[in-house]
């Protein structure tokens, strides 16, 4: 104690000397005399010799400036969050990942661009050897859902939150409990990692399963080939390969399998480049107007019934040409169909032996096996479809499913596990399932929206995002997909694969599982000779790569499994057939609550956000419908009040009406869009978008056949098509003159190849006031667009809609023709309405190098920079429209409200490099000039000049059939240079002197 | 001066100088009547209605109007041109008349001036609230300002219009005021109540009625009439060309500066006619505006009719002779496509039945008249409509054709001008002398026998 006292503390050297300087110091530690700038002493002496005046002059200076300092609102500065920054990101930067679309199970490569540490843009990966750089609609929108404020945070119990720990001990116990009857029910599976989870976690289970099925089926050609080749597989189509294509029903460019691929393989087989050009002959059967009808070069209209017979007749013809003894085609007489369509189809397949491709949409087994045999006499095995290295990309199986189904009518299923699939909505008898799986004692729904599945079940598991995931995926035999997340997880979500590894106790990190299966199963496979540790970075850098393949092991073909099919679907007197379809965009269902998607007009229809009964314009007339009538569908069991759609080219005894829509949680979309006095909600009630079709499916021997018999009524009800394109040829209404326009050009392929510029004669003197009156001196951006390409499929449109936030408007505003795509495919009709043929035409700026929008506008708003591109500068524009008015492409388009909300968490999906426009601001196509910025940028850092193809616009890079080329006009050695010298080269009214520097090359049809 | 005999009396009545200046300033020391009251209850009302619906319209944005990614223009471009064309009559009155010497125009020169003034008020509104961002309208004006070195665009026809519709309003108005400075002083000296007494005679600037200031007003009314000569010319060529140095088919016409001008001319005068026909009843100042008044203004009808109606007639000619594809749809459209009802309103209104006119009886009869002037009106608002929104809803691109509906807002914004252009004209009647005085006292000598004339000095007594 004593010590304590007598210790001194000192802070520094000087108080322990305590030296008079220091003692000085001390006292005065706070001086009175301090200086205060230049303020007289005399102002804190007391004796203040301050005025009331300047006092007052002071006080309100200070009070003025506050409140001039208060008016602003303080900026918020918002700091990126990176704890754990990877030592070589750069904020601002854009960081590209490599990864495998999972928008279906095509499987296609993609590129994901990073910003700041989120996904913002989803391209296709060029290397990637299915899809080769395409991507779809769908693939590009998979990056909104990734926002999705709808989506599911955290597990549900009975639809109440719960944690992860409480479902891990309350699964296990539970299952441990039943003991057995387990069964696992997911769409196609094309990861093996965790095809081969399920399959460990069910082995513990003596009765159990794992049921893949996919909503719409693939599952009859599988079939079709176990009985026709020994194995249930699905073949690799190679269009590219074929020279004469037949497809019935089968919409392959647009949702049939994998469409990206095939439309890259389908335009690459499309060729005008060769000499003589080799372009194949494309020839289409089906009820509806399919994206895939409507760019074949011959399109037959048929019943369901028809095309039945007529294939069976062509599979008749082809037995006797080859002298193949097919009992079964032998006993069963001839019918009546068009034999001129048949001699046509038998011709022209018997012509390209070997170099022909014959398909069909439906998912019949009788008829896949019919056009088994048919590629197979026609020796096309091999080439232009592969069986040997077949495809992974749909493996479901209708039979399974019924037989799943089956046992839990029966009570024989304890433990229903669903993932990746949503059977209580797109199962055609959806309420049998419903009420069976009531009586299965535990279900658990990996989901990632509430969905009807989700709703019904007493788990719900949230899973991540293929953006947020490890994955990876075998999409045909030899091609192993990878895919690697972009971006940490949004929310309290998981794989199948770890929930599945946790709940049998492992508890291994997803990473972890994928990475010890690529090391097992997939290593072992390589090409290379690669460490592991290198060829897994390099399969995680390339998003895919390519392992030994497996030669599948089929038999040689059983004639004895081919048989005539038997009944179809003929329709009665006042029947009519109906043909469900997918919508590009929404498909199954899966992508029903992606808005982009919602508002992506349909490629044919041109009709946004709802589903239709699609009428032929006979049957129209007949019934004394318009284009929005509400019709009454129905089959006997189900019914429907759709609006009318009239198409023309339907068969008269066909409707149609698109899956996918009347999806739980759609019902958010019923009001969306501006609200104001006149504005109406696409439902009076909070509905969901669209109806379900599904039930409309039937089952027919071992698969759910998306072919129906319905009859129609008439309720005299309207409810308007939110349109966006309204006229549908290029030639005025016969009453109003009746002429043709020259936006499209079009010849056959005779005609080109004896002149080349056939079909594009039309011409018109051109004559300049000025020679040269500007110069280009450096870049002169310019594009072309190959109609002979373009196939309609609108991967563009999203493209272009994620690049340069292009805001969704709502139904009702696209009711008011105000659609704000940058990009649209126009598409227009020609012939007679019963028959008619289609080109698409994607238009956006054309910007004219004589704009006529640049001139008009009061404050220069609209400019032309000097490389060709005209310019919108929104912070000047102010909003006289009558830019739009006079832009003779009407490609301009108007903010008529403030289309966006802010605090959503659907924003974080926006490019940072543009500008969100605010209401009364007119915008339009930019030729992405923030990529041509970056390019040049990037190319000034390497200190090189731009390269032809380094600047790839967002509609281009999505482009899955290459018709968009950009470059610089001026570099004679480009792509593009090269086009507009092209003899089919053209651009839209150049007669009117324009000149636009976005052109036209013409289609050339193959007939 | 000396006038024939043979000519008739312009002012009717052999009024005397006391007797004009009674007659005119009556309305204006008598108290509002109930008649008055409901007018412009009923004015205040729909003007109201107006107001509403353009601030919703401000508040909410452009798309609460019909427009669409086609039609970019509709009511709103309708609107102020047929507001613009309004105004045309009364310059034409009061500055063209006067320069041909047409004295039978003092009658009603005030009234249409006024008439001008308030239409160009009203068509000024609709540039302004059509704008996206109306708030920043003054861009439009080339002034020095802090962006950068942003300059306005002088190539563009709107710029050209806020040039032209600005001159004009701020020369009618100067012209109006002019004109108006004599009566002011009149009724300053007639002025009974204080207040009356300040405000006429802060609003007559000191006019004490001399012969020097007489002379040099003189001077000034005619140098100001030579001014504002033009601008009847110059400001429908320019709103006119809007459309005609446009691309758009139906628009890119170099006819449209002429058939404009005379199509305003046109609708003014059926304004006109319109108003004064009302007025003198109510006013009873039928010995002013006499019914050779009526008559004298339906024959400019005619004639301003004629043109318009061979304008019609050129662009058909033009269209089918020009062999361009778009052009000529456009016509075929108009009159067949789904938009012929408006442009047979038009032709029915603006070409067959201003016909009538040609019979001496009916266009002395008034309730004829005021009836073929409301269809004047209506065939007038609807020739924009046609001309607008038939060329834009269908133009080069089938695919972006559209039709074009309009929203309640809008209807209710064309309701409110007619409130704000009531509203106005009302006051302009209780508060400011609706004849000149000044002028008509010069002309009552006009066709009379001059034994009995009264003085011909023009002097205020």
């Known amino acids: ?1007 | 001066m000396r006038f024939s005999i043979l000519r008739k009396p312009l002012i009717h009545g052999d009024k005397s100088l006391a007797q004009v200046t009674n007659d005119v300033a009556r309305p204006l020391e008598a108290g509002p009547t109930t008649l008055w009251w409901s007018a412009f209850i009923i004015s205040v009302a729909v003007l109201i209605l107006g107001v509403v619906a353009v601030t919703y319209e401000i508040m909410t944005g452009i798309g609460t109007w019909g427009l669409n990614k086609t039609v970019g223009w509709a009511f709103d471009i309708t609107n102020f041109v047929f507001w613009v064309g309004i105004g045309h009559a009364g310059t034409l009155i009061s500055a063209i008349l006067f320069l041909f010497r047409q004295r039978w125009r003092t009658s009603i020169n005030r009234s249409a001036e006024a008439m001008t003034i308030i239409a160009v008020m009203c068509a000024g509104i609709f540039p302004l609230i059509h704008l996206g961002r109306p708030w920043l309208f003054f861009w439009i004006a080339p002034y020095p300002n802090l962006r950068g070195s942003l300059w306005v665009n002088f190539r563009s026809p709107l710029l050209w219009d806020f040039f032209a519709i600005s001159t004009y309003f701020t020369i009618s108005l100067v012209f109006w005021y002019i004109g108006l400075i004599p009566d002011m002083a009149t009724l300053r000296d007639r002025a009974r109540s204080k207040i009356k007494k300040v405000v006429y005679r802060l609003m007559s600037f000191g006019w004490n009625g001399s012969t020097r200031t007489w002379q040099r007003y003189e001077v000034v009314y005619l140098l100001l009439a030579a001014l504002a000569t033009p601008l009847v010319l110059s400001v429908h060529s320019i709103v006119s060309m809007d459309f005609a140095t446009s691309v758009i088919p139906g628009w890119h016409s170099t006819i449209f500066p002429p058939y404009f001008v005379a199509g305003a001319v046109f609708s003014g005068f059926a304004m006109v006619l319109t108003l004064m026909i009302i007025a003198r009843k109510v006013l009873r100042y039928e010995e002013y505006i006499t019914i050779d008044h009526i008559e004298k203004m339906c024959k400019i009808v005619l004639v301003t009719g004629g043109i318009v109606a061979l304008s019609y007639g050129i662009e058909m000619f033009m269209a089918w002779y020009s062999v361009n594809e778009y052009e000529r749809f456009v016509f075929i459209n108009r009159a067949l496509g789904p938009y012929a009802w408006a442009f047979w309103i038009m032709v029915a209104c603006n070409v067959a039945i201003p016909q009538l006119l040609w019979i001496k009886k009916l266009r002395r009869s008034l309730v004829t008249v005021f009836i073929i002037s409301i269809f004047i009106n209506i065939g007038m608002w609807f020739e924009r409509f046609v001309i607008i929104v038939t060329s834009l809803h269908r133009d080069f691109l089938p695919s972006s054709w559209v039709m074009y509906k309009p929203t309640i807002i809008e209807i209710a914004t064309l309701a409110g001008s007619f409130g704000l252009f009531f509203t106005l004209f009302l006051l302009f009647a209780r508060f400011i002398p609706f004849i000149a005085m000044g002028e008509v006292k010069g002309v009552l000598n006009y066709g009379r026998n001059t034994k009995k004339s009264v003085s011909l000095s023009t002097k205020t007594d």
């Open chain 1, 1 to 1007: 104690m004593v010590n304590r006292q007598n210790k001194k503390y000192w802070k520094g050297l000087d108080e322990r000397e305590n030296s008079p300087q220091f003692q000085r110091v001390a006292e005065n530690e706070f001086p009175e005399s301090l200086p205060f700038g230049d303020v007289p002493d005399s102002f804190f002496d007391g004796k203040m010799s301050v005025s009331r005046r300047s006092f007052l002059k002071a006080a309100g200076f200070s009070v003025a400036g506050a409140v001039l300092a208060s008016c602003n609102r303080a900026p918020v500065e918002k700091a990126i969050p990176l704890a754990h920054a990877p030592k070589d990101l750069v904020a601002g930067t854009s960081y590209w990942y490599a990864s495998t679309c999972a928008g279906c199970q095509a499987g296609c490569g993609i590129l994901a661009k990073t910003r700041d540490g989120r996904p913002i843009k989803i391209e296709g990966n060029p290397q990637h050897p299915l899809s080769k750089g395409g991507i779809c609609a769908v693939g590009q929108a998979m990056v909104l859902s990734l926002y999705d404020s709808r989506r599911v945070q955290k597990p549900l119990r009975r639809g109440k939150s719960t944690s992860w720990r409480e479902l891990d001990s309350e699964v296990p116990s539970r299952l441990d409990e039943l003991g057995d009857d387990v069964y696992v029910l997911t769409g196609t599976i094309t990861s093996p990692s965790t095809r081969a989870m399920i399959n460990r976690f069910l082995n513990r289970f003596p009765h159990s399963a794992h049921v893949e099925y996919d909503a719409v089926s693939y599952s009859a050609i599988l079939d079709a080939h176990e009985q026709t080749h020994g194995l249930r597989l699905l073949p690799r189509y190679r269009f590219d390969r074929a020279d004469v294509i037949v497809s019935f029903n089968a919409d392959f460019l647009g949702a049939w399998i994998s469409p990206v691929e095939f439309t890259k393989d389908y335009t690459t087989g499309r060729n005008l480049a060769g000499n003589p050009p080799r372009i194949s002959y494309h020839l289409q059967l089906e009820g509806r107007m399919s994206l895939t009808g409507s760019n074949a070069d011959r399109r037959v209209k048929v019943t369901p019934a028809q095309s039945t017979e007529i294939l069976t007749e062509v599979a008749r013809n082809i037995a006797m040409a080859k002298g193949v003894d097919v009992p079964a085609l032998r006993s069963k007489s001839p019918v009546a169909v068009d034999a001129e369509v048949v001699e046509d189809i038998t011709g022209r397949l018997l012509q390209a032996e070997g170099k022909s491709l014959l398909v069909c949409g439906r998912n019949d087994v009788a008829l896949q096996r019919l056009v088994n045999f048919i590629n197979h006499a026609l020796g096309n095995y091999g080439k232009t479809l592969d069986v040997a290295y077949p495809s992974y990309q749909w493996r479901g199986s209708d039979r399974a499913l019924f037989g799943l189904l089956e046992k839990m009518k029966a009570g024989r299923v304890k433990a229903l596990f669903v993932a990746g699939a949503n059977p209580a909505y797109n199962l055609p008898n959806a309420t049998e399932f419903i009420e069976a799986q009531q009586g299965v004692p535990i279900v658990v729904t990996f989901a990632d929206h509430r969905d009807e599945t989700a709703t019904w079940s007493e788990f719900v598991c949230p899973v991540n995002h293929p953006l947020e995931s490890w994955n990876d995926a075998e999409i045909c035999e030899g091609v192993f997909g990878m895919t690697q997340p972009t971006v940490p997880l949004l929310g309290d979500t998981r794989t199948v694969r770890e929930c599945l590894s946790a709940w049998m106790g492992e508890k291994k990190p997803d990473r972890e599982i994928v990475e010890e299966y690529v090391r097992k199963i997939v290593f072992p496979r390589q090409l290379g000779s690669l460490s592991f540790q290198e060829f897994w970075d390099k399969t995680v850098h390339d998003g895919f790569v390519g392992v030994q393949p497996r030669k599948a092991q089929v038999s040689s073909f059983r004639f004895g499994a081919v048989t005539a099919p038997d009944e179809d679907f003929l329709t009665g007197e006042k029947g009519y057939a109906l043909e469900l379809y997918q919508k590009i965009g929404i498909l199954d269902g899966r992508h029903a609550s992606n808005p982009w998607l919602h508002e992506l007009p349909d490629p044919v229809t041109k009709v946004t956000w709802d589903n239709y009964v699609s009428v032929s314009p006979a049957l129209a007339r007949k019934m004394g419908l318009e284009e929005g009538s509400v019709v009454e569908v129905s089959d006997g069991a189900y019914s429907v009040e759709l609006p009318a759609q009239v198409q023309p080219g339907q068969h008269d005894k066909v409707v149609a009406i698109a899956l996918g829509y009347g999806c739980k949680g759609t019902d958010r979309f019923s009001r969306l869009g501006p609200d104001w006095i006149e504005h109406v909600a696409s439902e009076e009630k909070l509905l969901p978008i669209g109806k379900n079709a599904f039930p409309f499916a039937r089952r027919k021997g071992d698969a759910t056949v998306l072919v129906g018999s319905v009859r129609l009524t008439k309720t005299g009800r309207v409810s308007p098509l939110a349109l966006t394109q309204t006229h549908n040829t290029v030639t005025v209404p016969e009453n109003l003159g009746g002429e043709a326009r020259h936006m499209v050009r079009e010849a056959t392929l005779n005609e080109y190849i004896k002149n080349p510029r056939s079909g594009n004669t039309y011409e018109h003197p051109v004559l300049q006031l000025w020679d040269n009156d500007y110069v280009y001196e450096g870049h002169h951006w310019a594009m072309a667009i190959d109609l002979s390409r373009c196939t309609g499929c609108s991967a563009c449109v999203i493209g272009c809609q994620a690049e340069n936030n292009v805001a969704v408007v709502g139904k009702d505003e696209v009711r008011r023709r105000r659609e704000m795509h940058w990009i649209r495919i126009d598409r227009y009709y020609s012939g007679e309405e019963s028959d008619v043929t289609v080109i698409h035409q994607p238009v956006m700026c054309q910007h004219c190098d004589h704009a006529p929008c640049e001139r008009v506008c009061p404050v220069l708003a609209t400019v032309h920079s000097e490389e060709g591109i005209n310019q919108q500068i929104y912070n000047r524009c102010v909003g006289t429209r009558y830019c739009a008015n006079n832009c003779p492409y009407k490609v301009r388009r108007f903010n008529w409200f403030d289309y966006w909300e802010q605090g959503r968490k659907e924003n974080l999906v926006l490019n940072p490099d543009i500008a969100t426009r605010t209401r009364g601001v007119m915008e339009k196509c930019s030729l992405c000039v923030q990529r041509i910025q970056e390019a040049k940028a990037e190319a000034r850092r390497q200190g090189r000049p731009l390269a032809d193809g380094d600047i790839k616009l967002a509609c281009e890079q999505s482009c899955p059939a290459d018709a968009i080329v950009f470059g610089d006009m001026n570099d004679s050695k480009s792509r593009i240079a090269k086009l507009i010298a092209h003899p089919r080269h053209y651009r839209m009214l150049e007669e009117m002197n324009f000149l636009p520097t976005v052109g036209y090359l013409t289609k050339i049809r193959n007939t």
